[in-house]
């Protein structure tokens, strides 16, 4: 199998944790499409990915919930090129940039208090608002 994905100093996809299937791609190609295996089929492992806390574990879940197998496993393709070897390169590409997203933490936010200004604002918008629909009645149809 091929090497491992190094996310950076500390975070890596070990090779025993990677399932790599070439498969035939779709679209056109004539009939080079017919005959090559070119698109690939990368199945990463999750749990066997070194390195990462739990917090960042439960991130990537989160992240690739919708690139699971049965299996739990992450499922990348990749089929942007007509050469097999480039998109293996993707496919790994982008299992390191979906793990490297998973390492970073998010802002926390911070709960801030709506403006008086622009509640004032808001309240003055539907008073307007009001006006004009009552101007628009019927006469005698007003409450």
């Known amino acids: 199998m091929s090497e491992a994905i190094v996310v950076n100093g500390a975070v890596r996809v070990p090779a025993r944790a990677l399932t790599l299937r070439a498969v035939r791609a779709s679209g056109p190609g004539g009939q080079n499409v017919n005959k090559v295996a070119t698109k690939v089929d990368l199945r990463v492992d999750l749990d066997a990915i070194e390195g990462l806390s739990e917090a960042a574990r439960t991130r990537l879940a989160t992240l690739a919930r919708h690139r699971l197998d049965a299996d739990g496993r992450l499922v990348i393709t990749s089929q942007a090129s007509r050469n097999q070897a480039r998109n293996v390169e993707d496919a790994r590409d982008k299992v390191r940039q979906l793990v490297a997203a998973a390492l970073v933490r998010p802002r926390a936010r911070v709960a801030t208090r709506v403006p008086a200004a622009a509640g004032q604002r808001r309240l003055d918008v539907k008073r307007?608002?009001?006006?004009?629909?009552?101007w628009r009645a019927r006469p005698g149809t007003q409450d």
């Open 128 to 134: 307007r608002r009001a006006a004009l629909k009552q």
